[in-house]
């Protein structure tokens, strides 16, 4: 469950950057390859949030579908697990790309 | 307050500022019909981790300016991590100068089996946390005498999901997989076989009970993680070990 200490970073990442406002809505970007799970932060959040800025803050999680790159062909393809194989070649050298973000990108304050 | 990382013992969360740019825009917003809720914009694109990321660069430059190679060990419980570190202790005893930060829910159970082998040792209990963070890592860290230290040696807790993502300050993550364990863990959990740079296949002297399919596991981890480092070990009886001492005896060498 290191959904819990993840959701205590962005409690104190968005109170930090509220400028002492109450926050209405927080905007995450969460890779689908970051090892954390969307409901586990949700379920988190709402006992993180008590008592500070952000206590009733609506939570917005917007999903990032991984997309990675074979080093050895060069084709860029949308990865589901990091033993995917490359479509085209069959190589398990996969960069990625995108897909693994653990990020805090928007707050909306009062 | 800490020199280190700038906590107190009242307050661990505090920091302000990491590297991460903050630009307002100013509009006007509705919510749903009716509310009138007027709401001011922040961008911050801040990375969730930074903290620990920082925290566990510190601890990196830290290591680096005493010489020191740092391992960070995991795996799931009952792998033989402390079995495994143990021996290697004792077989490296006088080739390196080493020291163990203890990683466990709850009990000193493997600081103390681990100060028997004469090593210096400090143990983190984490409650209920199910992994280490690079803030605890850098506290324990400072108890030692770093500049005559060679090799440390972080034994994270058991769990092969959270201390995938927390960096510590390690040169390496070194993953610790037993054979009763079945031979598809680096599937089951491919971030932590994603995030290692060395897989320690244990206990390999109770094969011939088991139906444990060595080739596959080896296929398997190198399916997650093409460019991992496979040692067959037995900790135990001390099978394959010498190829791992070898490993770590170059890097220590090479600090990396």
Not at chain 1, 58 to 78: A, T, Y
Not at chain 2, 106 to 133: E, K, M, S
Not at chain 2, 144 to 164: H, R, T, W, Y
Request: hydrophobic residues 35%.
């Amino acid at each position: 469950m290191h959904e819990l200490s993840i959701t205590q970073s962005i409690v104190e990442i968005c109170e930090q950057n509220s400028q002492g406002r109450r926050v209405l809505s927080v905007t995450l970007e969460l890779g689908q390859l970051s090892g954390i799970v969307p409901d586990s932060v949700e379920f988190c959040f709402e006992a993180c949030t008590k008592g500070t800025l952000l206590e009733g803050a609506r939570l917005i999680i917007s999903s990032i579908p991984p997309m990675g790159v074979c080093r050895d062909c060069g084709v860029e393809f949308p990865v589901t697990a990091y033993y995917d194989s490359c479509p085209s070649c069959g190589g398990f050298t996969v960069e990625l790309l995108h897909g693994e973000e653990l990020r805090v990108k928007e707050l909306e304050v009062e | 307050m800490c020199t280190t990382c700038g906590c107190s013992p009242e307050e661990h969360h505090h920091d302000h500022g990491d590297g991460h740019h903050q630009h307002d825009h100013e509009h006007k917003h509705e919510h749903g019909p009716g509310t009138g809720a007027e709401g001011k914009k922040i961008s911050i694109e801040t990375d969730i981790l930074a903290r620990n990321n920082r925290l566990a660069a510190n601890n990196r430059a830290l290591f680096t300016a005493h010489g020191v190679f740092v391992l960070n060990l995991v795996s799931s419980p009952g792998s033989g991590k402390t079995t495994l570190l143990e021996k290697t202790l004792r077989d490296m005893a006088g080739k390196a100068s080493s020291a163990v930060i203890e990683g466990d829910q709850q009990t000193d159970n493997d600081a103390v089996r681990i100060a028997a082998t004469g090593v210096p040792v400090r143990q983190i209990n984490t409650g209920a946390g199910c992994h280490l963070d690079a803030h605890m890592v850098g506290h324990a860290a400072l108890e030692f005498d770093l500049d005559n230290l060679d090799l440390l040696l972080i034994e994270n807790v058991g769990n092969l999901v959270c201390p995938a993502s927390f960096d510590l300050g390690e040169n390496h993550k070194v993953v610790v997989l037993s054979v009763t364990e079945g031979e598809d863990k680096p599937l089951k959990y491919p971030h932590m076989f994603h995030a290692a740079n060395v897989m320690l296949l244990n206990k390999i002297d109770l094969l011939p009970h088991l139906d444990f399919d060595v080739a596959k596991c080896r296929e398997m981890a190198r399916r997650v993680n093409p460019g991992i480092i496979i040692f067959e070990v037995s900790a135990k009886t001390g099978a394959g070990m010498d190829d791992w001492y070898g490993w770590l005896g170059e890097r220590i060498k090479g600090r990396g």
